[in-house]
């Protein structure tokens, strides 16, 4: 019986070997996860940051002693194209309000919901968030690319609107153009005007951001 005991030894060496290798695997998924854990919350952060630019501003606006309030065009957190109470809804063009209402009533359908960030806005309030955005971003220049002016908004007439959460952007991303409703600005992915032509022919290309708009240039 001389094979039988070098045989156990090398299977016993060779259990020992996977114990250390599954014990070395057990250790890296555990890195592995706990940096995942740490990654992740970053990585959807940044992905969603840009979105929560606007919605920030415009909770400052309401929120700050002395900003303007609703009838400037400021929203309460939750407001929908059906809010015809909300004066930054109510000020829309009809037309644009009736495209959103109806795509809202099909993305619902759909399971998303649609809540607006912002509306209509008076000009002193689009300067407020225009100057509050020069604080926030350093420079004139770098604030241009995120907010128009008190002159140049389509927010001031009423021909514009920031959809959120991101979902339903990103619904309104896929079923827009059916509505007449396009993504203007390449880094605004929330916000949306009324091109009625979209219908027929798709959505127009877009501006990488404002500043490429020739309207901004008045
Ligand atoms: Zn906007």
Known sequence: MGYTEPARTTTHRIRIRWIRVAGLLVVIAAIAIALGSQL???????ATSPSDVPRSDHRGALGAPGALGEADGAVPDGTTVFDTAVPGVAKLDPALLGALRQA?????HDGFAFVVNSGWRSPAYEDQLRREAIVKYGSEDAAARWVATGSTSAHVSGDAVDIGPSAAAAWLSEHGAAYGLCQIYGNESWHYELRPEAVDHGCPAMYADPTHDPRMQQ
């Open 40 to 46: 992740l919350p970053t990585l959807s952060s940044t």
């Open 104 to 108: 809202a009533t099909d993305a619902a």
